[in-house]
């Protein structure tokens, strides 16, 4: 879908799409801009590599389980080890493999992992299993609370994806699934402490990208940036502010990831707003406005 949007989906796809949180988010995603100008050459070895693991087959089933279970052995090791998910979480845009890393959890794990039980039974992980969380531990593992899932979304409260962030439709219900993982290690009040900081992380990052959205938004106005994606410096600085810098800063501060928080993120997203204005402030010199 964020590569060659839904216009060639069945009405029986589509319905599928749209049941999942992120199809209410945007459930008419036209092609991808940067894919169409990169081309099919380069996309088959980058985009797609990622983005088709929801693709559907020819027998109309929906899903690729190789991405996380990959071919020939199809292990529970493989799938709970946050290496595996290093394959598509990692970058600019979605640095949480980096993030995990330097965060308190990445550091349990890069000095504890071989203590870990990597082949227990699905549904009966407790701390004794696992004395730090992976990706999967906190996103689909039957741990705490929690029963086991395999949708991403199910106990996350933000589209941390969006420019600007909303709270998800069932964002209470997905916190408390989430927080009962949280609570197999933290006391409560640690965690609502956290919940409520990241929450007005997020908030303060929603703000720099709404003021980048008021710089650009007359020049749009006025036609004095062209309509076509990816033509002009500006659109790639406009672009970078939320895609790469913003998205980023708040992965790190809800997964604990200093550096991304701050260097990697709002860092580079006030660097990105000073170079909008001044770039808005030359299209409205040379037209003279």
């Known amino acids: 879908m964020a590569v060659v949007g839904s216009k060639d989906l069945s009405s029986a796809l589509l319905a599928m799409y749209q049941a999942i949180p992120e199809g209410q988010f945007s459930p008419d995603k036209a092609r991808n801009a940067i894919a169409i100008l990169e081309g099919p050459e380069i996309t088959r070895f980058a ?39 290093n394959n598509c979480h990692i970058g600019p845009d979605h640095p949480q493999w980096e993030i995990f890393t330097e965060s308190p959890h990445g550091i349990i794990y890069a000095t504890s992992s071989d203590r870990y039980n990597w082949d227990a039974d699905p549904g009966t992980l407790t701390v004794k299993d696992f004395p730090g969380p992976t990706c999967a531990t906190c996103h689909f593992s039957g741990f705490g609370g929690a029963s086991t899932t395999h949708d991403t979304g199910d106990r996350l409260t933000w589209y941390l994806f969006a420019p600007v962030s909303d709270r998800r439709p069932s964002w209470q219900d997905n916190m408390v699934r989430m927080q009962s993982v949280c609570l197999e290690c933290h006391n409560k009040d640690f965690i609502a402490r956290f919940y409520a900081d990241a929450d007005k992380a997020t908030g303060a990052v929603n703000g720099f990208v709404k003021q980048g959205q008021d710089i650009t938004k007359p020049l749009y106005d006025q036609n004095l940036i062209s309509s076509t994606a990816f033509s002009e410096p500006i659109q790639y600085t406009e672009f970078e502010l939320w895609h790469h810098w913003g998205r980023t800063a708040k992965f790190g501060a809800w997964m604990q990831g200093p550096d991304y928080t701050q260097w990697h993120g709002a860092y ?22």
């Open 47 to 85: 985009c797609e590599s990622c983005h088709t693991i929801g693709k559907p087959a020819e027998d109309g089933s929906v899903g690729q389980c190789q991405k996380c279970h990959i071919r020939h052995e199809f292990s529970l090791e493989q799938a709970r080890k946050p290496e595996t998910c």
């Open 268 to 289: 580079e997203m006030l660097k990105a707003l000073a170079e909008l204005r001044d770039l808005a402030q030359q299209k409205l010199q040379a037209a003279g406005k």
